[in-house]
């Protein structure tokens, strides 16, 4: 199932040959948008490090809605350290950032690639320290933007006192730390002076791995930030992991949680004071195991979840989770 980050789902067609995976699909309109993939040949032995077989990262972008794609980036890749390309954003239809990390270099580093002319040329605009990562890369204009430093990529949860919360004004060239030693693993940026951090401490001690609360942290000024919210373990509605808020502007916002078992119930929490106070929406989306974040569109609000035989369901509330419905999802 492939959606984009924001605007209509596109519709996939002509896709390269052997084009064998996306990891992510963005649109800054209804024709315009590019997506992360893996091109693969595989010989007698399947796997991308094996004689006979290559793989191949790439960046693909399309004018057309998704009818046609072509490549714009392609890297070598032996799939040990997973993709080479992590996150993808546009905020128009020449800026674009992504993180490139590659498995065979050494030592390697993560790299903030941008590109201002729409994907077609790509340059290293900043380099995390040796052995750590950029993550969760969210640019609001072409200068501005927020990203998460760390010894690794979270997932759901960070470990804190190794984990950065970074801010840039100069397009990603230089980085000032906000928050330092919160375990942040993912941000949502609605503009300048109005982002949210979600944060879970993944550490572990002496062997034991502890269920620790999902925490959130808001700015209003761009600068300075504070959690609003320390717990969710007291809603009924809460699945097994949070995925990061989305806001449609800077009070209203939906939050889904999920979890990879298609026995987790899930739900979905709706704020209308900034992210102050969070509550079950009136009504749950059926299914409600959220699979990502809510997207929004025109206004509306678009989950993704898992019914209990697999299969994935598109949910739309155009009042903040009073209502849903449900949209039919192209099936490949």
């Not at 106070?277 to 990502?292: F, G, K, V, Y």
Request: hydrophobic share 40%.
């Amino acid at each position: 199932m492939l959606l984009p980050e924001s605007g209509a789902p596109p519709a996939l067609r002509n896709l390269p040959l052997g084009l064998r995976s996306f990891s992510a699909v963005t649109f800054i309109d209804a024709l315009r948008g590019w997506a992360l993939g893996r091109v693969t040949s595989f010989g007698l032995i399947p796997g991308c490090a094996h004689a006979g077989s290559r793989c191949d990262d790439v960046i693909l972008a399309t004018v057309d809605g998704g009818r046609t794609w072509s490549t714009v980036r392609s890297v070598y890749t032996t799939g040990v350290t997973g993709d080479t390309f992590r996150g993808l954003q546009f905020i128009d239809a020449r800026h674009g950032w992504t993180v490139q990390y590659l498995d065979s270099c050494s030592p390697c580093k993560a790299d903030l690639l941008a590109t201002d002319d729409g994907g077609t040329t790509w340059t290293v605009r900043s380099s995390a320290p040796k052995d750590r990562v950029f993550d969760a890369v969210r640019f609001v204009d072409a200068l501005h933007g927020w990203a998460i430093e760390t010894d690794w990529w979270p997932y759901f949860g960070a470990v804190g006192p190794t984990t950065r919360l970074l801010a840039t004004a100069d397009s990603g060239r230089t980085w000032a730390s906000q928050l330092d030693g919160v375990p942040v693993f993912d941000i949502t940026a609605l503009d300048r002076t109005h982002a949210w951090a979600i944060a879970r401490d993944n550490a572990c001690a002496a062997g034991l791995c502890p269920t620790r609360p999902t925490q959130l942290y808001r700015t209003t000024d761009g600068e300075h930030w504070s959690p609003v919210v320390n717990s969710f373990d007291a809603l009924v509605c809460v699945g097994t992991y949070l995925f990061r808020p989305s806001f449609i502007d800077a009070d209203h916002g939906l939050l889904a949680t999920g979890g990879a078992s298609i026995g987790d119930r899930g739900g979905v929490l709706s704020s209308m004071d900034g992210g102050s106070t969070w509550s079950c929406t009136p009504e749950q989306p059926r299914p409600a195991n959220a699979q990502r974040e809510p997207l929004t569109y025109s206004g509306q609000f678009m989950v993704v979840a898992q019914g209990t035989d697999g299969s994935d369901h598109l949910l739309v509330t155009t009042d903040l989770g009073a209502t849903w419905t449900e949209r039919v999802l192209p099936r490949f």
